[in-house]
């Protein structure tokens, strides 16, 4: 089981820089703004209020966060949200 548990994380390791573009060294505001919007289903008022921030100021930093990403974030969501999870557990958080 353990074999079969780390294949899935390597194979997602590789597609990471291809999904994430430049969003993977962009500031930790933008892919932190991309998780938790992704993880409230997408609903942005959701995701203003876990970050205490302003609707608008996280679709600010959503619209920066799509110009760095190859393909738009709503064609992709699945993918992001688990290249995100992979850097995010490849960092120790």
Do not use: K, W
């Amino acid at each position: 089981m353990g074999l079969e548990r780390r294949r899935p994380l390597r194979s997602a390791h590789r597609r990471r820089p291809r999904v994430l573009g430049e969003l993977e060294t962009a500031e930790p505001e933008s892919t932190e703004a991309v998780r938790v919007f992704i993880a409230a289903q997408c609903n942005v008022s959701h995701a203003a209020d876990r970050l205490y921030v302003h609707r608008n100021t996280l679709l600010r930093r959503l619209a920066r966060a799509d110009r760095h990403l190859p393909r738009p974030l709503a064609a992709n969501v699945v993918e992001v949200a688990s290249a995100l999870e992979v850097l995010r557990r490849r960092a120790g958080f």
